[in-house]
């Protein structure tokens, strides 16, 4: 089975531009959640979702947005691109929302903001 | 805001030799989890250690848990090259309804051959 899968995998957007991020879960996976990891930092919790409704947020501006669609995979939008966005943004899928769940990580896809 | 905080910030060591790497939290938790990210890629999950353990092992990890100290310590044991990595502690929130899970800013390892 494949695993977490992200595109893309790098991006350079300059400020002020909009950009979209996209994860397709492990099958049989139904809660998505997405971190922002900044370099040498640990990765910061940005949503969760599960059955296409959010579960849960972290403190980032309402640039930050995201869906969830019937076949569970989630977009992660963020509009109004700022140079503290460039990060390395990481998906990880679980069976459900409980933190007992193993979360399975992507690769990230790592945004460059100029 | 980051809960967890992991000590030290970077560790290196000779092949063979144990890597003891500690995490602090601030607020009740349910559950600890350690992982580990190799060259800023995706995170790999290690092990998990619910509030009512003190102590778990699995092949050369062993975790421990104190919630009183509200810490916990990862120890690898007889060390390969391929450890190397960056491992964070990460845990569940039980203040908020925000911050669901929270990483700490990790420990990066470098085990030499």
């Known amino acids: 089975d494949a695993g977490v899968t992200q595109s893309p995998t790098h991006l350079i957007k300059t400020r002020g531009q909009h950009v979209t991020l996209r994860c397709s879960p492990i099958?049989?996976?139904?809660?998505v959640s997405w971190y922002q990891q900044v370099l040498g930092q640990g990765p910061q919790f940005i949503f969760q979702?599960?059955?296409?409704?959010?579960?849960g947020r972290g403190n980032f501006p309402d640039r930050f947005s995201a869906r969830q669609f019937p076949n569970y995979s989630s977009e992660l939008n963020v509009n109004a691109l700022l140079l503290g966005d460039s990060a390395l943004y990481l998906c990880?899928?679980?069976?459900?929302?409980?933190?007992?769940?193993?979360?399975?990580f992507g690769p990230g896809t790592r945004l460059t903001v100029l | 805001s980051q809960q967890g905080e992991e000590d030290p910030q970077a560790l290196s060591i000779q092949e063979g030799e144990n890597a003891t790497m500690n995490c602090s939290y601030k607020?009740?938790?349910?559950?600890l989890q350690w992982y580990r990210q190799n060259s800023g890629r995706g995170l790999v999950h290690l092990i998990l250690?619910?509030?009512?353990?003190r102590e778990k092992h699995s092949g050369r990890l062993r975790v421990t848990l104190d919630t009183s100290k509200k810490s916990s310590s990862l120890l690898i044991t007889a060390s390969r090259a391929a450890d190397t990595a960056s491992y964070f502690c990460?845990?569940?929130?039980?203040?908020?309804?925000?911050?669901?899970?929270?990483f700490g800013p990790g420990t990066s390892l470098s085990v030499i051959p």
């Open positions: 607020t009740s938790i349910n559950n």
């Open positions: 250690i619910r509030s009512n353990e």
């Open positions: 099958s049989g996976h139904k809660s």
């Open positions: 990880a899928s679980s069976l459900g929302v409980s933190s007992y769940n193993e979360q399975f």
């Open positions: 979702y599960y059955e296409k409704e959010e579960r």
């Open positions: 990460a845990t569940d929130n039980l203040k908020t309804s925000y911050d669901k899970v929270i």
